[in-house]
């Protein structure tokens, strides 16, 4: 049985005209954690971006191939608000709104059009519990967002990026602003939120990588050279490119 919840076949990429990502073929399971690793401007998040139509806001980008998320092929017909809630992004630096707390999470349900005060009470706690920030802020809901340290504030961004039930959470780079305790903490949320979500999470932190990713994808100069369980391609990498790389060998 097929369980993809994400299928990349032939995809090309450019801006103006110069090609990026070359001929990626990837699939995705659900309730799965894949790391991308490969060096600086390799294409991880031009990737990442390919999967909730993100790069259609720059207007030199060009796409070839097909990207099947849940079954729907991804075309001009593809209603982006709907593609983003499907699948979520959360961003190397931690980007809340200049609201409260409690609205920052609150806000993807309200521009989903749900009124109901009770209903997006329950749910900004529930995720700021699902995300253990909860008792670090149930007394400051009405505080800014710009009140918390870095690390909450990426959890905040978490706790926004769920409240609207994703089922795809894409984080590209989630702890590399953060502190080694903050990032441990996000590790260990990222972990708890599989059961629930499939993830996909850029990292050039090769630790992370092993500890949370279960299948990694080795990019290069826009291709993927390699991809497969973590653990085995971190003992046992097929490629030469890919030893080098996780080695640190690369030049
Ligand atoms: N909006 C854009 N317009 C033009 N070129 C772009 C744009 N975004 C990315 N690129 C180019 O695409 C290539 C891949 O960039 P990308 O940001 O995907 O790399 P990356 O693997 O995420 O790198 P890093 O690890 O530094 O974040 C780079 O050559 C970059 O200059
Ligand atoms: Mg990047």
Redesign the pocket.
């Known amino acids: 049985m097929n369980n993809n919840i994400i299928e990349v076949k032939n995809l090309n990429t450019y ?2 005209d ?1 090609q ?1 990502l070359k001929n990626i073929n990837l699939t995705f399971e659900e309730k799965s954690i894949t790391a991308l690793i ?10 990442l971006r390919t999967l909730n139509s993100m790069n259609n806001l ?1 207007k ?2 060009k796409m070839t191939g097909e990207i099947t998320i849940e079954d729907e092929k991804l075309d001009e017909t593809t209603d982006e608000v709907e593609l983003r809630k499907k699948v979520g992004m959360v961003f190397q630096k931690a980007n809340p709104f200049p609201k409260s707390i409690y609205e920052n999470v609150a806000y993807g349900l309200r521009i989903h059009g749900i009124k109901d005060e009770d209903q997006i009470h329950k749910t900004v706690i529930k995720c700021l519990k699902d995300v253990a920030l909860y008792d670090e802020v149930k007394d400051d809901l009405q505080k800014s967002a710009y009140k918390l340290s870095g690390g909450q504030q990426q959890r905040l961004c978490i706790a926004r990026s769920i409240a609207v039930s994703p089922k795809i959470i894409l984080m590209d ?1 989630p702890c590399s602003a953060l502190d080694p305790i903050s990032t441990l903490k996000i590790e260990d949320l990222i972990y708890e939120l599989k059961k629930d979500y499939t993830i996909i999470i ?1 990292t ?1 932190n090769m630790q992370q990588a092993t500890r949370v990713s279960e299948n990694t994808v080795f ?1 290069l100069n826009g291709e993927v050279i390699e991809t497969g369980p973590t653990n085995e391609m971190f003992l046992h990498p097929k490629e030469q490119e890919t030893e080098n790389y996780i080695t640190g060998k690369f030049g």
């Open positions: 801006f103006n110069k990026i490969g060096p600086s401007g390799c294409g991880k998040s031009t990737f720059t030199t980008f780079e850029v050039h990019f």
